[in-house]
């Protein structure tokens, strides 16, 4: 299969914004490529360098946001879509350099892009005890570690980005042994999978997507979890009907405020629900609309440009 692949020149400030901006328009996937992951000595909080040094030689000055759309969508369209949000991104004042935003496409093979993206990947620290490995990389483990082997595939979902990053901290924080988990677009199926690995004994892992549905069960099945992890393909929380400790949703600050006041019927008593994916220009409306709905924030992170809130009734 073939894909179309865009890429925006950006700084690393701006790559998260920029990637919100590409998946928005429908990228199915997407990957930044920085010096700074190679030239830096060590990532903060736990995370260290995913790129081997030999890599640097061959990288762009710019950081490069790559983004992946199905063959069957218009380039013209998406192209022209993305022209209009990117021009309207550079009129606001961010408070720091956002790059240049300039636009390349070209088509690409599915086995290319899967090859490409691996060596930008490899084993990390989430959080104090979660471990994220691809199965091709080799790791040690630590007492202690719970390590999840994690080949994201075309849904991506590394958890390197910030906002999945934070979320694993926050399941650490309020995940507890025979709790019962929810993952509101659940993507590669990470978090759904790190919960059962911090001691949920069921986890529903919801996706619209039917490609990271597939890519989630796999992965629930690698990491022999299947007996506590449950991946079906819905729209949100429209067809569930479970209750949880936990609802955890890694998405956009617009659907999370829609999905704060349905995700109430889902969540037991004393359950938390962690939501993030905003942008530090979003939180504002998030928190109102967590507060409407009957909510209280208990737990606040923020890295780079997003925040992750954990929120109980």
Not at 206 to 221: H, R, W
Request: hydrophobic share 45%; with cysteine.
């Amino acid at each position: 299969m073939d894909w179309m692949e865009i890429v925006v020149h950006t700084t690393t400030m701006g790559a998260d914004i920029v990637s919100e901006v590409l998946m928005n328009a429908g990228a199915v996937g997407t990957m930044i490529e920085d010096r700074y992951d190679v030239t830096s000595s060590r990532k903060e909080d736990g995370m260290w360098d995913m790129i081997d040094e030999d890599v640097l030689a061959n990288m762009s000055e710019d950081v490069l946001v790559k983004a992946y759309f199905r063959d069957d969508v218009s380039a013209q369209e998406v192209l022209l879509l993305l022209g209009e949000r990117l021009n309207e991104l550079m009129k606001i004042d961010m408070g720091f350099d956002i790059g240049s935003l300039q636009i390349e496409n070209k088509s690409v093979h599915e086995q290319d892009w899967a090859e490409n993206w691996k060596k930008y990947y490899k084993p990390f620290r989430a959080g104090e005890r979660l471990v994220i490995k691809p199965s091709w990389e080799p790791y040690e483990e630590k007492e202690g570690d719970l390590v999840l082997e994690l080949d994201p595939g075309m849904a991506f979902g590394t958890g390197t980005h910030e906002t999945t990053f934070m979320c694993m901290e926050q399941l650490e924080k309020y995940v507890t042994p025979g709790c019962k988990a929810i993952d509101v677009g659940c993507g590669s199926g990470i978090l759904g999978l790190a919960a059962a690995k911090l001691g949920a004994s069921d986890v529903l892992a919801i996706d619209l997507d039917e490609l990271a549905v597939k890519v989630a069960a796999e992965n629930t099945q690698k990491n022999g979890l299947a007996d506590r992890v449950r991946v079906v393909h819905g729209d949100l929380l429209e067809k569930a009907s479970e209750q949880a400790d936990v609802i955890v949703a890694n998405i956009i600050a617009d659907v999370i405020c829609f999905l704060c006041g349905p995700a109430k019927k889902h969540l037991l008593p004393g359950g938390v629900f962690i939501c993030s994916g905003i942008i530090r220009e979003r939180e504002d409306d998030v928190q109102r609309a967590l507060a409407e709905a009957g909510y209280t924030v208990c737990n606040r992170l923020a890295k780079g440009e997003w925040v992750c809130l954990a929120a109980k009734l």
